[in-house]
């Protein structure tokens, strides 16, 4: 089984909230293993764009420190289902890495 999980992340932890300075860190998995991995800087692209762009790169996945509501069905409408940091405790993908 294939997907792409999106993790935001500012000066290596997890985010909280998108701005110009937070890493997007892309993650693609095939039987759960990682067979690909980038990382985009939000930078010029608009924050506003960041949820389409994710959807563009066919993300199925976005795990976050925390999410509004409106952002978590903003995402959920576009395909994009949402994990929250405490929501991530027994992830074994997430665990691996050192975003906490």
Do not use: H
């Not at 932890?13 to 998995?29: P, Q």
């Not at 067979?35 to 800087?41: F, L, M, R, S, T």
């Not at 420190?65 to 405490?86: A, R, W």
């Amino acid at each position: 089984m294939k997907k792409k999980i999106a993790i935001p992340t500012q000066n290596g932890k997890l985010s909280s909230e998108i701005t110009e300075s937070t890493l997007i860190n892309l993650f693609e998995l095939e039987n759960n293993y990682v067979v690909g991995a980038k990382q985009e800087k939000v930078g010029d692209m608009a924050v506003k764009n960041v949820f389409l762009w994710l959807s563009s790169q066919d993300v199925n996945e976005f795990y976050v420190e925390n999410i509004s509501n409106d952002q978590k069905e903003k995402l959920l409408s576009l395909g994009i289902s949402v994990k929250t940091k405490q929501e991530l405790t027994d992830n074994n993908f997430f665990n691996c890495f050192a975003f906490c």
